[in-house]
């Protein structure tokens, strides 16, 4: 059972890297990841933050066409252990939300960079992007954290 579970993670971290490849990805220090592709933005939680809010039951997203600056809290989870609003990682405007989470809001814990999506945004300052960690800073900064 351990070696499938241990196989089961090495398998969604390579498909992780796999998708990401093509685009850059940021992290916040609040455990916000930023997928860049040109001016847009693909936003949402993290491993780390979805585990630390447990099964996630609901969510409050932006509406579209609304703009946020960075570090707004503007993304509200509530899970079984916490609820809690997550920063905006960049400035822009909100292009589209991730309706599929209103009926299966678990897509947040099962898929945290896939289907579990909040929002995409069009980039409005671009150049903020470079106050954001790369993977392996943001690795580095949960193994630091877990010491």
């Known amino acids: 059972m351990k070696l499938l579970v241990l196989c089961m993670l090495l398998f969604c971290e390579a498909t992780f890297c796999f998708r990401m490849a093509s ?3 940021y992290f916040s220090k609040s455990h916000v990841w930023v997928k860049v592709d040109g001016d847009s ?5 993290t491993d780390y933050a979805q585990g630390i809010l447990g099964d996630v039951v609901f969510d409050d997203l932006p509406e579209v066409g609304d703009h946020y600056k960075k570090d707004d809290a503007v ?23 991730n309706t599929g989470l209103e009926n299966s809001p678990e897509l947040v814990n099962e898929e945290p960079f896939l289907g579990g999506w909040l929002v995409k945004m ?9 106050s954001l960690m790369t ?10 954290l877990n010491e």
């Open 41 to 45: 933005g693909t936003i949402g939680i």
């Open 75 to 97: 993304l509200l989870l509530e899970g079984v252990a916490t609820a809690r609003a997550f920063l905006i990682p960049v400035s822009g405007k909100i292009t589209d939300t």
């Open 23 to 25: 685009a850059e990805i």
């Open 122 to 130: 069009k980039l409005s300052n671009p150049s903020e992007l470079s």
């Open 135 to 144: 993977k392996t800073a943001y690795d580095q900064m949960i193994s630091d």
